[in-house]
């Protein structure tokens, strides 16, 4: 459960998940030229707060990507319901999104 203790257990998802989408990289010379940016969806939960997710998330994204908020290669979106939360990390976010 996120509720009870958001950032141990964001903590060690969003560790996980962004060294597994490091190592997954087949041209490891563009992921310095990478762009990322964080993308916060909260629905049905007012404990959690964005800047704690942020903050969180943004301690695990290797130093040399640079942020770019308009259109960045790679979007870590969190997505929070009630006391679940989902972590993803998607390729070309805003270009294929519908809304």
Do not use: W
Request: aromatic share 8%; proline share 5%.
């Amino acid at each position: 459960m996120f509720q009870n203790c958001p950032r141990k257990s964001m903590s060690k998802s969003s560790k996980k998940l962004i060294i597994a989408h490091a190592a997954s990289l087949t041209n490891l010379e563009d992921l310095p030229k990478s762009t990322v940016a964080i993308v916060i969806e909260i629905r049905n939960n007012q404990t959690i707060k964005k800047e704690d997710i942020l903050r969180t998330v943004a301690d695990f994204i290797p130093s040399h990507c640079k942020v770019q908020l308009t259109n960045p290669d790679f979007v870590i979106l969190v997505s929070v319901f009630k006391s679940m939360c989902g972590l993803s990390i998607i390729p070309d976010y805003y270009r294929h999104r519908k809304y």
